[in-house]
Nanobody, 122 residues
Framework: QVQLVESGGGLVQAGASLRLSCAAS????????MGWYRQAPGKQRELVAI???????NYADSVKGRFTISRDNAKNTVSLQMINLLPEDTAVYYC????????????????WGQGTQVTVSS
């Protein structure tokens, strides 16, 4: 089994910064792609940022220049540094990881964190 635990959400004012973190644990051989989605009330889940095992990144247009995704492969963690937050960034943020498990290294499956609330007031 693989577990993802997120931390770092909260309530901030527009223009503030927050850093989200997500730690993966369990039966892990390798973590491939990691990233973050978000879901605002009444809206579909939106891909925010992804980071490949080699460090390549991609961002939603709405967060480019404000959010930075990073990972620590030794610690199986992914982080999302968010600056200049806007009210429209308010959402539940979910981390995900595409994991190849111990004992079945050629397979992979997608795992999700429980979500962390980010609220940005105007």
């Amino acid at each position: 089994q693989v577990q993802l635990v997120e931390s770092g959400g909260g309530l901030v004012q527009a223009g503030a910064s927050l850093r989200l973190s997500c730690a993966a644990s369990g039966s892990i051989f390798k973590i491939n792609t990691m990233g973050w989605y978000r879901q605002a009330p009444g809206k579909q889940r939106e891909l925010v940022a992804i980071i490949l095992s080699g460090g390549g990144t991609n961002y939603a247009d709405s967060v480019k220049g404000r959010f930075t995704i990073s990972r620590d492969n030794a610690k199986n963690t992914v982080s999302l540094q968010m600056i200049n937050l806007l009210p429209e960034d308010t959402a539940v943020y979910y981390c995900f990881a595409n994991v190849s498990p111990l004992g079945s290294v050629l397979s992979h499956s997608l795992h999700w964190g429980q979500g962390t609330q980010v609220t940005v007031s105007s």
